[in-house]
């Protein structure tokens, strides 16, 4: 018997920090990566070091679908009100103009 687990999507502030951590953390460790190329770094931290620089962008970059799948999901119920708001205001102003029954 399969079990299978379902995630529910992060808030729409929270997919944006996921992404920028992602690309922090990419640069960061490409930046680590360069340095310990061009310094002369120990031989035996190199592999050390390259095994972090790949191993924490791919931890960092196990969220990211999940903060793409929040943000296309927020982008689209923005656009969902927007329209019902272009919707509504357009019933609004076919209404006809009538004066108030207490005179306001």
């Known amino acids: 018997m399969e079990v299978m687990t379902t995630r529910s999507l992060p808030t729409p502030q929270r997919a944006v920090?996921?992404?920028?951590?992602?690309?922090?953390?990419?640069?960061?460790?490409?930046?680590l990566v360069c340095a310990a190329a061009l310094a002369p770094a120990p031989a035996v931290?190199?592999?050390f070091i390259v095994a972090v620089c790949v191993a924490c962008p791919m931890l960092v970059a196990w969220d990211?679908?999940?903060?793409?799948?929040?943000?296309?999901?927020?982008?689209?119920?923005?656009?969902?009100?927007?329209?019902?708001?272009?919707?509504?205001?357009a019933a609004l102003s076919e209404l006809p103009e009538t004066r108030h029954p207490l005179g306001f």
């Open 45 to 47: 931290l190199m592999p």
């Open 17 to 31: 920090r996921i992404c920028v951590v992602a690309a922090v953390t990419a640069v960061t460790c490409a930046g």
């Open 64 to 89: 990211l679908p999940g903060a793409a799948a929040a943000l296309r999901r927020h982008r689209a119920g923005v656009a969902d009100n927007a329209r019902a708001l272009v919707e509504l205001r």
